[in-house]
Every structure is written in C-alpha cells, then in structure tokens.
C-alpha cells in the first residue's frame, strides 16, 4: 500500500523594493512586526543581493544564478527562458507559485510572437516564467488604481499615483514630508496586502505567494501618519566624505557625481544630487523610513491573518529585498556604485517546523546571497537541487546546521550600460561592453574591479565608511593581485555557460545539459 501524499507546505515570500539592511537598526517601535518575525525566525546578518538595479537582482533570485550566467544586466533585459525559475520548479510537485505585486523580469522574445502579452504588458517587464497572477502592479495591470477610482479619488495617470498633496505641510523640517494624495488604508502597499490576504482566504491546500510591494522604493512620499513619522534629527549623519568632488578620488564616482540627479527619489529635488542640502537629504530619507513603517505595518496584517486562519504555523515565511539605495550616502541619489549600502540586504526565515522553534531569535554571520532564494526553496519543498546553481540552500543554518565548504565571500555585479544612448561611454572613454564593475567582498577587504578602469580596495574593518582606495598603494600590491586573481577564477567558474552546456538531440533539436562542477 502506497503512504498517503503529505500535504504541501505553504510558502510565503515577502520581497519590499529597495530595503537596506542597515536599516534593520531602526527603532523597534517603528518596524515592531519586522522585528518580532526575526524573534519568530531565523536573521542573516551577512546577507547580499547580485545586481543591481531591479530586474538583474531578481533575476539571481528567482534562477540562483549569477549574472554573469544568466545574463540579464540592465532592467528590461530578457530572462532567456532555458533558465528555469523557483515558480517552474515548485509546478513540478504540485504548487501554482503567484505573484502580487510585480516579477520585474522581461520575458523572453526568442520564441515568442511580437504581438504576445508577455512582450507587451508590465512595461516591459514581463512576468515571470511559472508564475500565476494574483495582482500586479505595473504596465497594463493598474489594478490600484481602479480600486482609487472606485473609493472616490481623481487620477487621470499611474503617475499622478505617487505625486505629494502640497496643500497638506511638511511635518519633518525639509523638502520631503508632503504625504500621499491617499490615505494609508488605501495606498499601494495597503491594497497588494489586502489582495493577498483575499487570495489566501480562497486557497484550499498548500500554496506559494510571492509578495513583492512596491515600496520603500522612490519616490519618497508616504502617506499620512508615515510622512511624519520619523524625526530627521534623530537620524544618523550620512556616509561620505567631506570633499564631495572627489569620493575617493575614482573616475566612475567622478562622472556620478556630476551626472545624478537629485530628482530621481523626490520629485521636488531639482538638479544634481551632490548639491542637495544635508537638511533636504536627511528629510528625504525620512520619509524613507516612513514607508519602511507602512510596509511593516501591512507586514503585521498579514501575519495577524495567517495566524488568525491557523496557517502561521504551516507556512514558511522568508523576507528579503532586492537591493538598497544610497539616499545621499556618498553624494549619491541611484544605485549606481559599488558600496555595501546597495547590496547588503535583510533576510529572515522562519521555518514553521516544531523542531525550528529552538533557534528562534538566531542570527547567522555565514556570508549568503541572492542566488541561495532558490536553493533554499527547492530544499524546504523537497525537490532536488539542480547542479548547475550559483547558489546553496541556507535551509541548514535554519535548523542549527553548519554546511561544509560555505563560501567566505560574497560576489555582486552593477552593468552601467545604458542602450541605446548610453552616457557613461563618451565621458570615461570606454566601451558599451566595458560599462560593469565587479566586487568580492569578504570581511576583511572589498576589492571593485573595473575591465577598463582602475581597481578600488577597501579594508572593510579599519575602513568600513570604504573612503580609502588602498589599490594603488605599494604597500597593498599583493593583495590588489591576490583579489584580481579572485576575480578572474569566479569568472571562470561561473560565466555564462549556455554555449558549453548545450547538446544535440537525436531529434536535431538542441538540449540543455546540467554539470557539476567540483
């Protein structure tokens, strides 16, 4: 007699757009149901994203693969659809993984018609293959704003979405503080809440919901009582250097520091970002902090329903997010730089296995990344991890387990090409294929190599602020050639691998084939 199928576990991903890790350090008071869910779980203090900006950083997570293997650098570049997705992956055994919010993934044109939905929805983003969707929030899917209308509010565009009500003050001193022209009950991070929770109410049996909320990503403008919220006085004093015309004296910081715009986190900072007064700056990112509360807020409301309907302890809850933002950290306004403010990331599990409950509370220093999503999501459902993933399941530090061979680094990538007119070509004299930058990362030193510009090093313990170059000094030779070394192997073990993987069918069609490497 066969056993009886056990029943599938439910899997709860929750993934805000441009959460910093520092930020964790924020008042309790402010955060209190991320603070109870690391309580509840398990919290990685050394965790770092692969890319940035959005679409490249997912595209890791959902694979577990490195950029430089699967390929997709710069948003809107499409995932090819030979690489299978954790959605694809968790069909096979039986879940129908949806999303809310967005996959921020393009989807692959190769086989597709020109006039295919995938190729026309989400602008440009596309859905992620092996998803369902449950609500999305991006190109044609304006579902938010239907629900405005219908509660009474006047929005002709999805821009007039996320501009201030001006005629309602700045509580907090600057330029940022104006609030959302909604109340917080009906704001975009408030309604993919309430859609989620909806969806959840009708599922019957094990299920996979991927929640990706919009926020605390730009622009910076919260709604009321979260505009307010935070006191930019009781804020910490930004990282840089005093002289903003030469951080660390490098010319892609150089060139950033002249091209970036302050408008691109708030809509009423005019002009270059290194301008920005310190009293705006530190407005701004208070009103960062404030949607950062909003998010935790519907957090709780979710939870509060999970265990309300007896599903909090059959469901494995992991938060994480796909990258950080600078908000005026070294002068800087976007994501375009090498520094740890832009990669290191929260991640908390909670695994709601009975045996789990003894590390509750713990915190992880093991080095993990973006690439480990998947594998973890393949080991918790019990299928087979594929050979050919970047990434390692951290299912085992969950249950109080040490994996042998962890890494002891960390390894993200940022592709500052920018098609069809792309501005970092003419100004620093290098190539469309030369616009990247590469850091490892270990807890000693953060080594940046550039394919046409000079290397940074940075001593990470006596220089964490990285606001000294060490590459160019005598003193650092061996070490600058130790990292190149570094950069150049994981280059070798991880680089796009479609061409040498392929294989020819009896049938004349072409295969993929897995291999593992040593």
């Known amino acids: 007699m066969m056993p009886a199928p056990q029943p599938r576990k439910n899997v709860l991903m929750i993934i805000p757009d441009q959460w910093r890790y520092d930020q964790l350090g924020m008042d309790p008071s402010l955060t209190p149901n991320f603070h109870a869910l690391m309580r509840d779980g398990v919290a990685f203090e050394n965790h770092y994203g692969q890319m940035v900006p959005c679409a490249p950083s997912r595209a890791s997570m959902y694979t577990g693969l490195y950029g430089i293997t699967h390929r997709v650098v710069v948003n809107r570049s499409p995932l090819a659809e030979h690489h299978r997705t954790f959605a694809q992956h968790l069909r096979t055994v039986g879940y129908a993984p949806t999303v809310f919010g967005y996959s921020d993934t393009a989807a692959d044109p190769t086989h597709r018609h020109p006039n295919d939905p995938a190729l026309l929805d989400n602008d440009g983003f596309g859905l992620l293959q092996g998803l369902d969707v449950g609500c999305m929030m991006v190109g044609r899917h304006w579902a938010w704003l239907g629900e405005l209308r219908r509660r009474g509010y006047v929005f002709d565009h999805n821009d007039d979405l996320f501009a201030a009500d001006y005629t309602k003050p700045s509580p907090n001193g600057g330029i940022a503080g104006h609030p959302a022209r909604y109340k917080a009950e009906d704001s975009d991070t408030a309604f993919l809440t309430d859609q989620t ?187 087979e991890l594929p050979t050919e993933l970047d990434g390692q399941s951290v299912m085992p530090f969950v249950r109080g387990e040490t994996p042998e061979k962890w890494r002891d680094f960390v390894h993200w990538e940022y592709h500052f090409k920018s098609p069809p007119e792309n501005p970092f070509s003419g100004p620093m004299g290098i190539s469309e294929d030369e616009c990247m930058l590469s850091v490892i990362r270990d807890r000693r030193y953060k080594h940046v190599f550039f394919p046409s510009l000079p290397s940074l090093l940075f001593d990470m313990v006596n220089d964490p602020g990285e606001r000294r170059n060490l590459a160019a000094d005598p003193a650092f030779a061996a070490i600058e050639r130790e990292y190149l070394a570094k950069q150049l192997t994981l280059r070798i073990l991880h680089a796009d691998r479609r061409t040498s993987t392929t294989v020819l069918g009896r049938d004349g069609m072409v295969r993929y084939q897995n291999y593992r490497r040593s």
């Open 197 to 383: 929770i909806s969806w959840l109410g009708a599922q019957d049996q094990g299920w996979c919901a991927m929640l990706c909320y919009l926020r605390p990503h730009p622009p910076f403008i919260a709604p009321e009582p979260y505009n307010g919220l935070v006191d930019p006085a009781t804020l910490a004093p930004m990282n840089r250097l005093p002289e903003r015309l030469d951080e660390v004296n490098h010319p892609f910081m150089a060139f950033q520091l002249e091209v970036g715009r302050a408008n691109e986190v708030h809509p009423d900072l005019k002009g270059r970002a290194r301008d920005v007064s310190d009293t705006d700056w530190q407005s701004v990112r208070a009103a960062y902090c404030g949607l950062m509360a909003e998010v935790d807020h519907n957090i709780g409301r979710l939870i509060d329903w999970l265990k309300a309907s007896g599903q909090y302890d059959n469901t494995l809850i992991i938060f994480t997010s796909d990258h950080g933002d600078p908000i005026g950290d070294h002068w800087l306004a976007n994501q375009a730089s090498w520094h740890d403010y832009q990669a290191h990331l929260p991640l908390v599990i909670r695994d709601p296995a009975p045996e789990a409950r003894t590390y509750d509370g713990m915190k992880v220093s093991a080095f993990t990344e973006g690439v480990d999503l998947l594998p973890t999501l393949l080991d918790y459902v019990g299928i």
